[in-house]
């Protein structure tokens, strides 16, 4: 049977799929912006941010009006309540994208610390990361959600050896402190963003499996 | 005797090794292959259910998917029907009730009935609630008095009929119609309610009263309800079966059936991709 709500829950679906384009965007930019020293490119993600945030409020009204109309269960709940979680997530990668730029812009004003090596293999992990758990969402795909998980304790590394590095700088002359301490904070953007993913795809596992696997059955069964 | 037992519980049931369901409740009402004929035509199949004790089990399901039927099982009203068989068992604190030696009427006065059209007797409220009672061979009016109070204030009409017990039931609103033949199945003092459809010909706000008499209720009785909405069942109840074409589908904790279904079956049917 042609549920009315079908069209209620594709339209979420496309809506928030615009608002993963846009996020994806403001990462590419961000990471453009760092690599290449571009200030102009840097301003425009931050100014960028408010159409996302005005997205996150329209998705959330339009979540909101869906549960108050239709009163899901089941599958329908379980992706309505993904959208919720999905939602201020992608807000939040945003964002992150957004303190990239700013420390960019910084880091433009004094001349560079060094080539950038690690940073870049984090962003561009990270940055992979959003968009296979946007994939994952989109085709309900478990396996893909799992196998993006998976890669966040190597991010995590790549983000340690980053500092490691950055540290040696820091301790080699106090002049290279607070570009070393701003591309730390860069390397630490690049590991929440790739957190964000995960987050995702932990929902897109609840979504097509019924089961939560948040904080990797660590504090027991809830009721 | 079977009727004492039915009247007053079998007393070694209580003690005795039913299976714990899944909620870790024991059964109130044990469903073993049960099978129900109206004539030649089958309308449930080999239906196994535990029905815990002092909880509410709500039964969903398409219409003809054999949940009245099955709900009128547990206390025998579809004896009458002619033709109508059933086989398995259906027991109660571990007694079948559809044993040859049952006392039907004693099952009555333990299994309540609530039906989706409230029917008061054409008689004043007092004498609704005091029927069954007097049927029952109660005669001191203080006693009367007394049952008839509680029976009205566990159904949450005492503050709306007090003042008017010697009205006709009839000129109560639907709400308080339906209210009042609860109070009318808990004047025997049941300790089971089944629920046809109670709430379907009530407006919302008569509907939240009954709903909210069900949650108080499920302290002290083992209620099944029939309910076609969805909603009504995923709020007043603890647990939840679902019905197709005469077969038990699935039963669970209403909030797993209603979020995590495991059977494709339930999970099309509560999210209304078949009707």
């Not at chain 1, 869906?66 to 919720?84: E, Y």
């Not at chain 1, 080539?115 to 396996?143: H, K, N, T, W, Y």
């Not at chain 1, 097509?208 to 660590?218: C, D, F, M, S």
Request: proline share 3%; aromatic share 6%.
């Amino acid at each position: 049977m042609n549920r009315h709500f079908d069209r209620d829950i594709e339209q979420l679906k496309e809506l928030l799929l615009r608002m993963g384009a846009m996020v994806e965007d403001s990462i590419n930019q961000s990471i453009r912006a760092l690599l290449e020293r571009d200030t102009a490119i840097a301003e425009q993600v931050i100014a960028a941010d408010s159409d996302i945030d005005r997205m996150e409020l329209e998705i959330d009204q339009h979540t909101i009006e869906l549960i108050a109309k239709m009163q899901p269960a089941a599958v329908d709940l379980r992706f309505v309540a993904t959208a919720m979680k999905i939602n201020p997530e992608l807000e939040r990668i945003a964002d992150l994208a957004q303190d990239v730029c700013e420390r960019a812009i910084e880091l433009n004003r004094e001349a560079q610390l060094k080539p950038l090596i690690d940073i870049p293999r984090l962003a561009r992990a990270a940055q992979e990361m959003v968009r296979q758990s946007l994939d994952a969402f989109v085709r309900g795909d478990a396996a893909l959600a799992r196998a993006v998980i998976a890669r966040d304790d190597e991010v995590d590394q790549m983000t340690e050896d980053s500092f490691r590095e950055l540290l040696t700088y820091m301790l080699e002359d106090s002049a290279y402190i607070s570009r070393a301490i701003r591309l730390t904070f860069v390397g630490k953007y690049f590991e929440r963003i790739a957190d964000g993913a995960t987050n995702i795809c932990e929902m897109v596992v609840y979504l097509v499996e019924g089961k939560v696997i948040k904080h990797a059955g660590n504090v027991g069964e809830v009721r | 005797m079977a009727t004492m037992e039915f009247v007053q519980g079998t007393r070694a049931a209580a003690g005795s090794a039913q299976p714990a369901v899944s909620s870790g409740v024991r059964p109130k009402i044990d469903v073993k292959k049960f099978n129900f004929f109206y004539g030649s035509a089958q309308v449930l199949y080999e239906v196994d259910l535990e029905l815990p004790e002092k909880q509410v089990t709500a039964l969903i399901g398409p219409s003809g998917c054999g949940k009245s039927t099955f709900l009128r099982s547990i206390n025998r009203m579809n004896d009458t029907i002619p033709g109508a068989r059933a086989e398995g068992t259906i027991s109660i604190d571990g007694r079948d009730l559809y044993a040859p030696d049952v006392d039907v009427v004693a099952l009555r006065r333990r299994v309540g009935m609530v039906f989706q059209k409230s029917n008061p007797f054409p008689k004043t409220i007092f004498e609704n609630v005091a029927y069954g009672l007097r049927i029952g061979g109660i005669k001191d009016k203080r006693v009367l008095d007394e049952i008839v109070e509680q029976s009205l204030r566990r159904a949450a009409l005492w503050d709306e009929a007090k003042d008017r017990l010697g009205a006709s039931a009839l000129a109560l609103s639907g709400g308080q119609q339906q209210r009042l033949c609860i109070a009318r199945a808990l004047a025997v003092g049941p300790e089971i309610l089944l629920m046809d459809e109670p709430a379907s010909a009530l407006d919302p706000i008569a509907t939240q009263k009954i709903e909210e008499l069900i949650y108080e209720l499920k302290d002290n009785f083992t209620i099944v309800i029939v309910t076609h909405n969805m909603q009504q069942a995923a709020r007043v109840s603890n647990r939840t079966a679902f019905f197709m074409l005469g077969k038990l589908v699935e039963v669970g904790d209403t909030n797993a059936i209603f979020m995590t279904p495991k059977e494709k079956l339930t999970e099309d049917y509560i999210t209304g991709r078949f009707g």
